[in-house]
């Protein structure tokens, strides 16, 4: 079995379905020619062609608005955004058009429509380039939103990801992108959309991440075993929709809950978990859920970026102060 960086795990995905759909098609700024900023669809546009994997304008609203005309036609469509923050200028189009159009329709249209690009901080980069807004397309009704943290993971849930007929917001933490490298099957296989995973079992607190903020989690788990202290580590996977039984069962179990993510804390995904689980959990508690997040502000320029995200340092505070709350 081949072993990949999380680039070339999503390089092969969107390679297998080209190969096996007729209907797939990959655009965005730079993805053909170049094969994207990080290279992630690099030499498919040689393999598949022009019509298949192409370079668009510098217009992402008109990108994702082609995404409305090609779905509804038949087509797969899966656009990349450069980067996080230059997603906003098409944000009329996911909200107006790509989000509610099987709504508008009573059903008779899908938008099977995947829109995927690089999230979040981590690599010293530019403003508007490090941006972590995952909650607001969670907030979006309609949307369905991934967010991988291995590269198994991002491939089977790419190929899960275009195969659905609900449009799927793809982001792919950038610091990770050849971070680690693991065995990738190079067939066609799939990962559950909505489908948490345990990533390790424990038995004294549940803490819960997604994303480039599992990569800082596991780091904490080293400094928390030398502490005795038994960590149930959940990778959701996916933010939208949640997997509530995976998460209700385990925090039943350990009665103590941290939520990690990268994001600005308030009105954040963390809170979502925490209110969810008060509200199906709240007997089997035996401290209040804790989060730890980015701050409520602009993510900063590189200088300050490590003053801003998450750390295994935090993490490991963040449960020392968890595991030793008594009521």
């Known amino acids: 079995m081949p072993v990949m960086t999380m680039v070339q795990a999503l390089n092969n995905a969107l390679d297998v379905k080209l190969a096996d759909d007729p209907s797939v098609l990959c655009f965005g700024e730079d993805v053909g020619v170049e094969g994207g900023v990080f290279r992630v669809t690099e030499h498919l546009q040689k393999k598949h062609g022009t019509k298949r994997v192409f370079d668009t304008p510098l217009a992402e609203s008109s990108i994702i608005g082609a995404c409305v005309g090609m779905s509804v036609m038949g087509l797969r469509p899966v656009a990349e955004m450069q980067f996080d923050g230059f997603v906003y200028p098409a944000m009329n189009q996911i909200i107006t058009h790509i989000a509610r159009y099987r709504y508008r329709t009573r059903g008779q249209r899908n938008i099977p429509a995947v829109i995927r690009f690089p999230y979040g901080g981590g690599v010293k980069a530019l403003e508007l380039h490090s941006e972590a807004m995952e909650a607001m397309y969670g907030h979006i009704p309609g949307l369905k939103v991934v967010i991988p943290s291995t590269p198994y993971d991002a491939k089977g849930l790419m190929i899960s990801a275009i195969e659905d007929n609900d449009p799927v917001i793809y982001q792919e933490p950038k610091r990770l992108y050849r971070a680690t490298k693991q065995e990738v099957p190079d067939g066609l296989y799939r990962i559950p959309i909505g489908k948490a995973k345990v990533e390790k079992d424990g038995t004294d607190m549940t803490v819960i991440s997604y994303g480039a903020m599992m990569h800082v989690c596991r780091k904490a788990l080293e400094f928390l075993e030398k502490d005795h202290i038994s960590v149930e580590l959940i990778d959701l996977r996916t933010i939208y929709p949640l997997d509530w039984d995976t998460i209700a069962e385990s925090v039943k179990k350990t009665g103590r809950v941290l939520v990690v993510q990268e994001g600005p804390k308030s009105f954040g995904v963390a809170a ?56």
């Open 272 to 327: 979502e978990l925490i209110a969810t689980i008060n509200e199906k959990c709240f007997e089997y508690l035996e401290a209040p859920p804790m989060r730890l997040c980015g701050n409520d502000t602009i993510p900063p320029l590189p200088r300050s970026e490590d003053l801003y995200c998450p750390t295994p340092e935090r993490v490991h505070y963040y449960c020392r102060k968890l595991a030793d709350y008594q009521i």
